[in-house]
């Protein structure tokens, strides 16, 4: 842990302040080993308390969702018409008055790089990952009539859980590419249609937040602690999400989906009384796997309503709110006080810190983006088709040049996708069976770094590189 320097806010070292604070001021010292004791003690819950790098964004935002929508690079706000809707456009659950299910696979293989020009750095790289998805939609008939309909979608990594990290923000880390894979995502939508060309949706994205405290009690002189107490709380965040869908008219279709901002926020104070040495306490907060805030609109156009032979083509815009991204880095405390070797005569006195460290997390700087994509799909027949998709990404992150190092560049993230529609194969039902294969391709613009003399670390790096995801997919629709 530093305890000194300035924390990077990517602009101006006017705007920089000390993020950590270090005072040690014993009244009555005990012996050097009783103290060894105590810091390493400290140390060793803070190792417990504090989760490891922060994620920011989603594996649906960044890579897309469903081989289909992927393969149209994400252009589905408006001519969406599969289970994946639950996340791009409520709203269009209802395109298709057809229950339908999916189900697939995603591989997510980054080939980054990092080349140290001058000082030394030790970047965390991004590992290979997979993971599984899968979804259903249908419309809800009977005393609706199919005018209102309900979808869900989720995603689920296999190779790790969900992981809250958070380092130094001194450390060099892929921003938005760090650990974005292990991050469980459900998403749950109900549409209604009021009028046959206007439909209305409204949904969610569920992640869980994490709560708690540790209590204990600990003897230096009999090394073991006599009271513990853990109390840990998982609690669901709820993010919602509302869309509205126009269309057809004459082919063309228009949506629109705004959905709010979702994090994972986390805290974990621990408490520990050292008995004949006063108090120990330690507090973690932070905030992790952050999906910032969006607006996303397409404008489409299809020569035949989807999956009929025909051609489909979208545009669309997706502006995200990256100036409210919380500090990178969590708020951190930790401290020692000798109410025990001295306690108080006045009940209202505080008792003197032996030791106090502290740390904030260090704002990022970040700006707004605004991503344009498009995406073509062609039917030939009613067998086959094929998909290609582009959007750019620009980063929301300045050039790193004080004390942080979070990496993050502008991406042109190109894909294509072709799929085969077949009979059910082992004759369990006549609707049709679908499947979908897509490579996606993402590469980062290289970008240079040199550090200011006044920040820590010194030197200077390049960064870059590329991302490749395969994606498969599985779809039925029942009659």
């Not at 140390?43 to 081989?67: E, I, K, N």
């Not at 994400?74 to 969406?80: D, F, I, K, T």
């Not at 008055?97 to 990092?114: E, I, N, S």
């Not at 330690?282 to 404008?299: C, N």
């Amino acid at each position: 842990m530093s305890v000194s320097g300035y924390r990077d806010t990517g602009y101006s070292p006017s705007v920089l302040s000390p993020p950590s604070s270090f005072s040690w001021s014993p009244r009555r010292e005990p012996s050097g080993r009783r103290w060894g004791r105590v810091v390493a003690l400290a140390l060793v819950l803070t190792g417990l308390a504090l989760p490891g790098t922060a994620a920011r964004g989603s594996s649906f935002d960044l890579y897309g969702f469903s081989a289909r929508a992927r393969g149209m690079g994400s252009a589905q706000v408006a001519l969406g018409i599969n289970y994946d809707a639950a996340y791009y456009n409520p709203a269009n659950i209802l395109s298709r008055k057809q229950t339908h299910f999916g189900m697939g696979l995603d591989l997510v293989v980054p080939a980054l790089d990092f080349d140290a020009v001058e000082g030394q750095f030790s970047p965390l790289m991004p590992d290979t990952s997979a993971g599984f998805h899968l979804g259903g939609s249908t419309p809800i008939s009977g005393a609706f009539q199919d005018l209102l309909g309900f979808g869900i979608a989720l995603f689920h990594p296999l190779t790790s859980g969900t992981k809250i990290e958070s380092i130094d923000p001194a450390t060099p880390y892929f921003y938005r590419y760090q650990n974005l894979p292990d991050k469980l995502v459900l998403a749950l939508a109900l549409a209604g249609e009021p009028a046959p060309w206007l439909r209305i949706g409204v949904g969610m994205q569920v992640l869980a937040t994490f709560d708690g405290e540790v209590e204990a009690s600990m003897s230096l002189a009999e090394g073991r602690f006599t009271r513990e107490s853990i109390d840990v709380q998982i609690v669901p965040s709820v993010s919602p999400t509302l869309g509205l869908a126009f269309g057809p008219f004459e082919g063309l279709r228009f949506g629109a989906t705004w959905r709010h901002e979702l994090e994972l926020d986390y805290q974990l104070p621990v408490k520990a009384t050292i008995e004949g040495i006063g108090d120990l306490d330690v507090y973690v907060h932070g905030v992790s796997l952050y999906t910032p805030s969006q607006l996303a609109l397409g404008l489409g156009w299809e020569s035949a309503p989807a999956p009929e032979p025909g051609v489909s083509v979208e545009a669309g815009l997706t502006w995200e709110l990256w100036s409210a991204a919380p500090p990178a880095g969590a708020d951190f405390v930790l401290s020692v006080d000798d109410s025990e070797v001295r306690p108080p005569t006045d009940p209202q006195d505080a008792p003197e810190a032996l030791i106090d460290v502290r740390s904030e997390g260090a704002p990022v700087g970040a700006r707004d983006t605004v991503t344009p994509r498009i995406g073509v799909e062609w039917r030939p027949d009613t067998t086959w088709t094929a998909r290609a998709g582009w959007f750019w990404r620009p980063t929301p992150l300045p050039t790193p040049v004080y004390q942080t190092n979070l990496l993050d560049a502008t991406a042109h993230v190109f894909s294509l996708g072709a799929g085969v529609t077949f009979g059910d194969p082992i004759g369990v039902s006549p609707a049709p069976l679908s499947l979908d294969l897509t490579l996606q391709l993402t590469r980062l613009d290289q970008r240079a770094v040199r550090k200011d003399p006044a920040g820590r670390p010194t030197g200077a790096y390049t960064f870059g590189g590329l991302i490749w995801h395969v994606g498969l997919d599985l779809r039925h629709d029942y009659y």
